[in-house]
């Protein structure tokens, strides 16, 4: 299994301003997860991040809002943009294949 | 689209009691399979999880799941519930030929001590 560590832990921001959620992992892994949880809400894939080619969004998020970077093995950032109340969530990374792994997530309140 | 569905969005059981969370899925093909649990203020842990063979699996502290796969269900269980499992229980499928976990809602147990 991999060590999987997030900054922040926990955030609160005013509305319209940006986050950037940093994820690192003790080992090299291929592909790494952005997740989303919203409150009472199960976990949503925001996207894939693979080393080395551009981030993968699924249906409903879209790279302006979410840009993310992967500039090596072992670490990504996801960055919440032009924030709103809606956005306020638990942001999760993962990585793995068959099996995920995840980080302890990032608590973001907007207001 | 595949989906996940679990039953119960809360559960509470006193201690000592026996445990089921139905799992149910929709997807034709071959699927993996995983519990996940999350105890209060802690990491996502994967429970167990099944990719094939033996159609019971046992996971962590005392937890197994049985694949039906005639009900495409996954259902949790475990004979005696401690305190201790109060926690978020998820269950979520993977198709073999990709990578993307598709989530149930999750439910949350609570152990009366």
């Known amino acids: ?111 | 689209a595949q989906s996940v569905s679990q039953h119960n969005h809360h559960v509470i059981l006193s201690e000592a009691a026996s445990l089921e969370l139905g799992c149910n899925y929709s997807y034709g093909g071959t699927v993996n399979l995983f519990w996940y649990v999350q105890y209060p203020g802690q990491h996502l842990q994967l429970l167990l999880k099944y990719f094939s063979g033996d159609p019971l699996v046992k996971g962590i502290k005392g937890f197994e799941a049985e694949f039906i796969k005639s009900k495409f269900s996954f259902n949790l269980r475990k004979p005696s519930v401690q305190w201790s499992d109060t926690a978020e229980y998820f269950c979520a499928v993977k198709s073999d030929s990709n990578y993307q976990l598709i989530w149930g809602a999750g439910t949350k147990l609570i152990i009366k001590p």
Do not use: H
């Not at chain 1, 997740?35 to 996207?47: D, E, H, V």
């Not at chain 1, 249906?59 to 992967?70: A, E, L, M, N, T």
């Open chain 1, 1 to 111: 299994s991999a060590v999987i560590s997030q900054k922040p832990s926990r955030d609160i921001c005013q509305r319209g301003t940006s986050l950037t959620i940093q994820c690192q992992v003790d080992s090299q892994v291929t592909m790494m997860f952005w997740y989303r949880q919203q409150p009472g809400q199960s976990l949503t894939l925001i996207a894939t991040a693979n080393q080395g080619s551009e981030a993968t969004y699924e249906s409903g998020f879209v790279i302006d809002k979410f840009p993310i970077s992967r500039p090596n093995l072992t670490f990504s950032t996801l960055t919440v943009s032009n924030m709103s109340p809606e956005d306020s969530s638990i942001y999760l990374c993962s990585v793995g294949g068959n099996e995920q792994f995840f980080g302890p997530g990032t608590r973001l309140t907007v207001l």
